[in-house]
Protein backbone atom coordinates (compact mmCIF):
# COMPACT_ATOMS: atom_id res chain seq x y z
CA UNK A 1 0.00 0.00 0.00
CA UNK A 2 1.37 3.52 -0.71
CA UNK A 3 -0.29 7.03 0.92
CA UNK A 4 -0.38 9.57 -2.34
CA UNK A 5 -0.28 13.09 -1.21
CA UNK A 6 -3.99 13.46 -0.22
CA UNK A 7 -3.29 10.91 2.25
CA UNK A 8 -5.85 8.13 0.93
CA UNK A 9 -3.73 4.74 0.44
CA UNK A 10 -4.49 2.65 -2.41
CA UNK A 11 -3.03 -0.44 -4.11
CA UNK A 12 -0.62 -0.75 -7.31
CA UNK A 13 0.37 -4.51 -9.50
CA UNK A 14 2.63 -4.63 -12.14
CA UNK A 15 3.48 -8.03 -14.43
CA UNK A 16 5.10 -8.43 -17.45
CA UNK A 17 4.86 -11.98 -19.79
CA UNK A 18 7.01 -12.83 -22.87
CA UNK A 19 7.44 -15.38 -25.32
CA UNK A 20 9.36 -16.49 -27.70
CA UNK A 21 10.21 -19.69 -29.75
CA UNK A 22 13.47 -20.74 -31.51
CA UNK A 23 13.87 -23.49 -34.08
CA UNK A 24 17.62 -24.41 -34.36
CA UNK A 25 19.68 -27.34 -36.70
CA UNK A 26 23.18 -28.91 -36.96
CA UNK A 27 25.02 -30.84 -39.39
CA UNK A 28 28.19 -32.26 -39.25
CA UNK A 29 29.71 -31.51 -43.01
CA UNK A 30 33.21 -33.02 -41.69
CA UNK A 31 34.38 -35.87 -39.11
CA UNK A 32 37.17 -37.36 -41.10
CA UNK A 33 35.83 -40.53 -41.57
CA UNK A 34 34.45 -41.56 -38.06
CA UNK A 35 30.83 -41.71 -39.69
CA UNK A 36 32.23 -43.98 -42.09
CA UNK A 37 34.04 -45.82 -39.77
CA UNK A 38 30.74 -47.02 -37.84
CA UNK A 39 28.95 -48.05 -40.55
CA UNK A 40 31.80 -50.40 -41.65
CA UNK A 41 32.04 -51.70 -38.54
CA UNK A 42 28.35 -51.90 -38.11
CA UNK A 43 28.24 -54.30 -41.61
CA UNK A 44 31.19 -55.86 -40.74
CA UNK A 45 30.03 -57.08 -37.32
CA UNK A 46 26.65 -58.00 -38.83
CA UNK A 47 28.65 -60.19 -41.31
CA UNK A 48 30.44 -62.28 -38.47
CA UNK A 49 27.37 -62.89 -36.58
CA UNK A 50 25.75 -64.21 -40.18
CA UNK A 51 28.91 -66.68 -40.51
CA UNK A 52 28.47 -67.42 -36.17
CA UNK A 53 24.81 -68.48 -37.50
CA UNK A 54 25.36 -70.83 -40.46
CA UNK A 55 28.25 -72.33 -37.51
CA UNK A 56 25.52 -73.19 -35.51
CA UNK A 57 22.97 -74.21 -37.99
CA UNK A 58 25.62 -76.78 -38.94
CA UNK A 59 25.72 -77.60 -35.85
CA UNK A 60 22.36 -78.73 -35.70
CA UNK A 61 22.79 -80.90 -38.74
CA UNK A 62 25.70 -82.46 -37.76
CA UNK A 63 24.08 -83.72 -34.47
CA UNK A 64 21.19 -84.78 -36.29
CA UNK A 65 23.15 -86.78 -39.28
CA UNK A 66 25.46 -88.08 -36.65
CA UNK A 67 22.12 -89.41 -34.82
CA UNK A 68 20.47 -90.66 -37.82
CA UNK A 69 23.42 -92.94 -38.39
CA UNK A 70 24.28 -94.09 -34.21
CA UNK A 71 20.92 -95.50 -34.51
CA UNK A 72 21.28 -97.17 -37.89
CA UNK A 73 24.72 -98.41 -36.30
CA UNK A 74 22.83 -99.75 -33.04
CA UNK A 75 20.08 -101.57 -35.50
CA UNK A 76 22.61 -103.17 -37.11
CA UNK A 77 25.07 -104.39 -33.97
CA UNK A 78 21.77 -105.67 -32.37
CA UNK A 79 20.64 -107.91 -35.39
CA UNK A 80 23.91 -109.49 -36.07
CA UNK A 81 24.61 -110.00 -32.29
CA UNK A 82 21.34 -111.32 -31.74
CA UNK A 83 22.02 -113.84 -35.16
CA UNK A 84 25.23 -114.80 -33.71
CA UNK A 85 23.36 -115.53 -30.52
CA UNK A 86 21.22 -118.10 -32.28
CA UNK A 87 24.27 -119.27 -33.73
CA UNK A 88 26.22 -120.14 -30.70
CA UNK A 89 23.00 -121.10 -29.28
CA UNK A 90 22.74 -123.96 -32.55
CA UNK A 91 26.72 -125.08 -31.69
CA UNK A 92 26.00 -124.83 -28.11
CA UNK A 93 23.34 -127.98 -28.88
CA UNK A 94 25.66 -129.47 -31.16
CA UNK A 95 28.10 -129.46 -28.76
CA UNK A 96 26.07 -130.81 -26.01
CA UNK A 97 24.99 -133.62 -28.45
CA UNK A 98 28.84 -134.63 -28.90
CA UNK A 99 29.03 -135.06 -25.37
CA UNK A 100 26.28 -137.30 -25.05
CA UNK A 101 27.90 -139.58 -27.66
CA UNK A 102 31.40 -139.24 -26.18
CA UNK A 103 32.89 -137.58 -29.02
CA UNK A 104 34.18 -134.72 -26.64
CA UNK A 105 34.18 -133.79 -23.20
CA UNK A 106 32.74 -131.65 -20.57
CA UNK A 107 35.36 -129.20 -21.13
CA UNK A 108 34.50 -128.30 -24.73
CA UNK A 109 30.64 -128.22 -23.19
CA UNK A 110 32.28 -125.58 -21.22
CA UNK A 111 33.69 -123.68 -23.51
CA UNK A 112 30.43 -123.66 -25.68
CA UNK A 113 28.38 -122.17 -22.84
CA UNK A 114 31.01 -119.56 -22.08
CA UNK A 115 30.60 -118.55 -25.69
CA UNK A 116 26.63 -118.40 -25.10
CA UNK A 117 26.97 -116.64 -22.16
CA UNK A 118 29.59 -113.40 -23.30
CA UNK A 119 27.26 -113.63 -26.93
CA UNK A 120 24.36 -112.97 -24.66
CA UNK A 121 26.26 -110.06 -22.89
CA UNK A 122 27.36 -108.45 -26.19
CA UNK A 123 23.50 -108.20 -27.15
CA UNK A 124 22.72 -107.04 -23.95
CA UNK A 125 25.24 -104.10 -24.36
CA UNK A 126 24.24 -103.63 -27.81
CA UNK A 127 20.58 -103.41 -27.28
CA UNK A 128 21.87 -100.53 -24.19
CA UNK A 129 23.96 -98.78 -27.28
CA UNK A 130 20.69 -98.61 -29.66
CA UNK A 131 18.45 -97.04 -26.37
CA UNK A 132 21.08 -94.87 -25.67
CA UNK A 133 21.53 -93.53 -29.61
CA UNK A 134 17.81 -93.33 -29.81
CA UNK A 135 17.62 -90.84 -26.89
CA UNK A 136 20.72 -89.07 -28.63
CA UNK A 137 18.55 -88.97 -31.82
CA UNK A 138 14.87 -87.83 -29.75
CA UNK A 139 17.33 -85.26 -28.41
CA UNK A 140 18.96 -84.09 -32.11
CA UNK A 141 15.07 -84.38 -33.84
CA UNK A 142 12.83 -84.05 -31.19
CA UNK A 143 10.95 -87.53 -31.83
CA UNK A 144 12.08 -91.15 -31.10
CA UNK A 145 13.09 -92.83 -34.70
CA UNK A 146 10.91 -94.88 -36.62
CA UNK A 147 11.63 -96.54 -39.43
CA UNK A 148 14.78 -95.28 -40.81
CA UNK A 149 15.39 -94.89 -44.53
CA UNK A 150 18.76 -96.71 -45.82
CA UNK A 151 21.70 -93.93 -45.48
CA UNK A 152 22.07 -91.68 -48.65
CA UNK A 153 25.42 -92.42 -50.84
CA UNK A 154 28.41 -90.83 -49.16
CA UNK A 155 28.91 -87.70 -51.10
CA UNK A 156 32.20 -86.91 -53.46
CA UNK A 157 35.32 -86.36 -51.09
CA UNK A 158 38.15 -84.25 -52.09
CA UNK A 159 41.07 -86.39 -53.67
CA UNK A 160 43.98 -85.64 -51.40
CA UNK A 161 44.10 -84.66 -47.19
CA UNK A 162 45.53 -81.14 -48.28
CA UNK A 163 42.60 -80.04 -51.30
CA UNK A 164 39.90 -80.76 -47.94
CA UNK A 165 42.26 -78.71 -45.70
CA UNK A 166 42.37 -75.84 -48.71
CA UNK A 167 38.13 -76.54 -48.77
CA UNK A 168 38.33 -75.89 -45.11
CA UNK A 169 40.53 -72.86 -45.40
CA UNK A 170 37.84 -71.30 -47.37
CA UNK A 171 34.74 -72.16 -46.79
CA UNK A 172 34.71 -72.67 -43.11
CA UNK A 173 32.11 -70.25 -41.17
CA UNK A 174 34.55 -70.23 -38.02
CA UNK A 175 36.93 -68.88 -40.45
CA UNK A 176 35.11 -66.40 -42.46
CA UNK A 177 34.02 -65.22 -38.96
CA UNK A 178 37.05 -64.49 -37.43
CA UNK A 179 38.21 -62.98 -40.97
CA UNK A 180 35.05 -60.63 -39.92
CA UNK A 181 36.27 -60.17 -36.83
CA UNK A 182 39.61 -59.11 -37.85
CA UNK A 183 38.15 -56.39 -40.58
CA UNK A 184 36.27 -54.92 -37.85
CA UNK A 185 39.56 -54.61 -35.27
CA UNK A 186 41.51 -52.66 -38.12
CA UNK A 187 38.08 -50.36 -38.83
CA UNK A 188 38.54 -49.92 -34.57
CA UNK A 189 42.12 -48.77 -34.99
CA UNK A 190 41.07 -46.14 -37.85
CA UNK A 191 38.17 -44.87 -35.58
CA UNK A 192 40.87 -44.55 -33.00
CA UNK A 193 42.86 -42.39 -34.65
CA UNK A 194 40.19 -40.10 -36.37
CA UNK A 195 38.98 -39.57 -32.58
CA UNK A 196 41.97 -37.30 -32.38
CA UNK A 197 40.96 -35.50 -35.56
CA UNK A 198 38.30 -32.58 -35.11
CA UNK A 199 34.93 -32.02 -36.53
CA UNK A 200 33.83 -29.54 -38.86
CA UNK A 201 29.63 -28.92 -39.08
CA UNK A 202 26.89 -26.34 -39.82
CA UNK A 203 24.10 -25.14 -38.26
CA UNK A 204 21.46 -22.39 -38.56
CA UNK A 205 19.13 -20.83 -35.88
CA UNK A 206 15.16 -19.42 -36.36
CA UNK A 207 13.47 -17.90 -33.93
CA UNK A 208 10.87 -15.32 -32.78
CA UNK A 209 9.03 -13.86 -30.21
CA UNK A 210 5.50 -12.31 -29.38
CA UNK A 211 6.04 -8.84 -30.85
CA UNK A 212 6.92 -10.71 -34.23
CA UNK A 213 10.40 -9.88 -33.79
CA UNK A 214 12.13 -12.64 -35.98
CA UNK A 215 15.65 -13.26 -36.08
CA UNK A 216 17.87 -16.13 -37.73
CA UNK A 217 21.29 -17.21 -37.78
CA UNK A 218 23.96 -19.01 -40.00
CA UNK A 219 28.22 -20.24 -39.01
CA UNK A 220 30.34 -22.72 -38.98
CA UNK A 221 31.48 -24.97 -36.16
CA UNK A 222 34.51 -26.69 -35.12
CA UNK A 223 34.95 -28.66 -32.44
CA UNK A 224 38.61 -30.18 -31.23
CA UNK A 225 39.46 -32.09 -28.05
CA UNK A 226 42.44 -30.22 -26.51
CA UNK A 227 42.91 -32.31 -23.78
CA UNK A 228 41.37 -35.89 -23.02
CA UNK A 229 43.75 -37.11 -20.02
CA UNK A 230 45.01 -39.65 -22.03
CA UNK A 231 41.76 -41.27 -22.82
CA UNK A 232 41.80 -41.01 -26.57
CA UNK A 233 45.98 -42.59 -26.47
CA UNK A 234 44.67 -44.96 -24.52
CA UNK A 235 41.09 -46.27 -26.60
CA UNK A 236 43.92 -45.88 -29.61
CA UNK A 237 46.47 -48.72 -27.91
CA UNK A 238 43.43 -50.58 -26.82
CA UNK A 239 42.46 -50.95 -30.37
CA UNK A 240 45.44 -51.78 -31.68
CA UNK A 241 46.13 -54.53 -28.67
CA UNK A 242 42.23 -55.56 -30.34
CA UNK A 243 44.07 -55.74 -33.67
CA UNK A 244 46.85 -58.11 -32.60
CA UNK A 245 43.99 -60.24 -30.74
CA UNK A 246 41.78 -60.39 -33.65
CA UNK A 247 45.02 -61.71 -35.71
CA UNK A 248 46.16 -64.61 -33.39
CA UNK A 249 42.80 -65.61 -32.92
CA UNK A 250 42.63 -65.94 -36.94
CA UNK A 251 45.45 -67.79 -36.97
CA UNK A 252 44.78 -70.00 -34.08
CA UNK A 253 41.27 -70.56 -35.81
CA UNK A 254 42.51 -72.07 -39.05
CA UNK A 255 44.96 -73.94 -37.25
CA UNK A 256 42.08 -75.65 -35.61
CA UNK A 257 39.98 -76.07 -38.33
CA UNK A 258 43.00 -77.64 -40.08
CA UNK A 259 43.67 -80.01 -37.65
CA UNK A 260 40.29 -81.32 -37.40
CA UNK A 261 39.93 -81.87 -41.11
CA UNK A 262 43.27 -83.81 -40.87
CA UNK A 263 41.74 -85.90 -38.34
CA UNK A 264 38.41 -86.42 -39.84
CA UNK A 265 40.52 -87.39 -42.97
CA UNK A 266 42.45 -89.83 -40.53
CA UNK A 267 39.33 -91.55 -39.25
CA UNK A 268 37.75 -91.72 -42.14
CA UNK A 269 40.50 -94.15 -43.29
CA UNK A 270 40.65 -96.06 -40.50
CA UNK A 271 36.83 -96.31 -40.98
CA UNK A 272 37.49 -97.56 -43.81
CA UNK A 273 39.83 -100.04 -43.25
CA UNK A 274 37.56 -101.13 -40.31
CA UNK A 275 34.58 -102.24 -42.55
CA UNK A 276 36.68 -103.84 -44.72
CA UNK A 277 38.44 -105.98 -42.39
CA UNK A 278 34.80 -106.16 -40.44
CA UNK A 279 33.75 -108.19 -43.65
CA UNK A 280 36.36 -110.26 -43.82
CA UNK A 281 35.48 -111.26 -40.53
Known sequence: ???????????????????????????????????????????????????????????????????????????????????NLRLITQELRAAQDRFDVGEITRTDVSIAEARLAASRAALAAAQGQLMIAREAY?????????????????????????????????????????????????LQVETAKAERMPTIGAGVKLSTDDEDMQSSSLGLTMNQTLYAGGRLSALQRKALAGKDAARAALQQMAVGVIQNVGVAWANLAVAGASIEASDLQ
Open 138 to 186: KAATGAYPGKLAPPPKAPALPRTMEEAQGVARGTHPLIRQAQHQVTVAD
Open 1 to 83: QIKDETGRFGAGLAAGVGASLALSAEMVLFDFGRSKLGIEIARESVLATRQALIQVEQNVLLATVQAYVDVRLAQDVVALRQS
